[in-house]
């Protein structure tokens, strides 16, 4: 079965979360019209969809010019991601180093996580192998059966490395490029089987994650 596609399976009793499952349910049941108890509700089960759970890793490109619209994509994509993943995400700048804005096991408010995001400024190489392995470390740290890194970049890289090797430790990857500047993006997505989509500004990455991360 695909990554993140839901399965129905056994789950506490919730009022209206799905069918009660007789055969699990049946010795509570039956215990309580024995003893003319009420039914125990906490030994109930039902069965219902349910989807695995998602850890997600952020991984913006900050170098050379971070300022206007690539600064205000960043930040939105890291509300977004803060929004989907509230308990399970975390936030990388990269240039010639890493930067973690928050780690994945980290207990930091979203707010402050766009605050640190926007309080950074584009400067100096791309180390794209380097960034890429520290969202593969990070994802690493997570139980969650489905792990995706998002690539805020155009995937050019300017430091020595491997990225193909390091991308292909990442166990899901998605990049979102700028449109006006994807070709390597797309390059570089098609060699390490990594989802793409575009964007031209900030108003668009929304929906771009969207797309990237439901298929």
């Not at 190489?125 to 155009?154: E, P, V």
Request: charged share 20%; hydrophobic share 45%.
């Amino acid at each position: 079965m695909p990554r993140g596609v839901g399965r129905i399976g056994e789950q506490p009793y919730r009022p209206d979360g799905g069918d009660l499952d007789l055969d699990a349910s049946m010795e509570a049941v039956a215990e309580a019209v024995a003893s003319g108890a009420a039914i125990d509700a906490e030994r109930l089960r039902i069965r219902s969809w349910s989807t695995p759970d998602t850890a997600l890793c952020l991984v913006v490109d900050r170098s050379g010019s971070m300022g206007g619209k690539p600064l205000a994509t960043a930040a939105i994509a890291a509300a977004a991601v803060a929004a989907r993943r509230p308990r399970s995400y975390s936030v990388l700048a990269f240039g010639k180093e890493v930067v973690a804005v928050k780690s994945q096991d980290g207990d930091k408010s979203s707010e402050v996580v766009v605050t640190d995001l926007l309080s950074l400024r584009g400067h100096g190489t791309t180390d794209l192998a380097g960034a890429l392995r520290a969202a593969g470390q990070q994802l690493n740290r997570d139980t969650a059966s489905r792990k995706i890194a998002i690539l805020l970049s155009d995937c050019r890289p300017t430091v020595e490395g491997d990225a193909l090797a390091a991308a292909a430790g990442v166990p899901e990857l998605v990049i979102v490029a700028p449109e006006q500047d994807c070709a390597e993006a797309i390059t570089f997505a098609q060699h390490c089987h990594a989802r793409v989509a575009t964007v031209t500004g900030p108003s668009q990455v929304a929906a771009a994650l969207a797309s990237v991360l439901e298929r």
